[in-house]
């Protein structure tokens, strides 16, 4: 019973967990940023998205095992990336019938500039692997959402099939079918570009 | 190596190297949500009689009760409204000024008319000495 363990054990236990919360989210929040930036493409969105997925799991779920953290995190994400993008195309159907409305940032042009390599050293390089990266995240961005959260929550974050069924709330053939076609598709759209 | 393994061994390293290129801005901005997050997770581990938010409300509502009777009282509504028994003199000064026997209701006309009376009874009682 929790009443019979004594109050010092109780704090060390606390803190041990608090200690464990803090080394797995330090481990997971830059790839849950990235993850969300190649789905929504903005990275001011992408930090929201992650902050509440953090903030959800560690209010309503840091009392679980931590085996269970991953999974139930990267669902909160999925959610939260799948909130937002249904919100946009709300917010898009609306701004059609104003007048004057701003193009939605989804389908700004982005700046030359941007894209600009700084001449470092290695510029030639990391020039290619900067293209392949945004070929890569075009792709993905291709793809059924279903499809492309399979394939980033495998070969991205390394969850077995058993964890991302439970991150993506369906049953691990499913996990199997859409990872399957998410690769087909990429191999598809990337052989060329990849040569 | 099959084709499909290395198309995700591949963007497997290209998403890492994306995940090494992330700018100071916005990992500044991660240690800060992940900091939120775990005092979001401290305060939800406290015993809910020790929460914050459990005590906030409450104390705003004993404050507002406080500060509403602390009002009650200083007002002249916190005073129960004045009888008869409670000052008899204040009632018949009231009678006096309200009530006059000619009936005009002016008390002031009254007390001129006995100036006359006043001034007369004055010189009476204190009679002035023979010169």
Redesign the interface.
Known sequence: MVWDTPAPAREGA?LD??RE??KF??EV???A??MAQIALRD?DDA?DV??DA??K????Y??KPSAEWRPLFYRILENGIRDLQRRRSVRKRFMVWLPGAKEDPDNEAQDPIDNVADGGPDAPELLM?SQ??EQ?ETSLRALPARQREAFMLR??EGLDVAETAKAMGCSEGSVKTHYSRA?HS??EQ??EV?Q | MS??SG??E???T??Q???GN?DMR??S??TQ??H???E??????RPWLLRASIWTPAAGVTAAAVLGVALWFGSPLGHHAMTASDNPTAFEDLDIVASSDDGSGDAMDMLQDDVDFYDWANKAGNPEPAA
């Open positions: 606390v967990q608090t919360l803090e989210l330090a929040e830059r790839r940023f990235r990275p930090l992650v902050q953090m903030l799991l560690a209010r309503n840091s009392a692997q392949a990266m890569l070969n991205f690769v990429l191999r990337l052989s990849w | 084709e499909q198309l995700e591949r963007s497997r290209l998403f190297d994306s995940v992330i916005v990992r901005r991660l949500a992940r939120a997050a775990l979001a997770a401290s305060v939800s581990r």
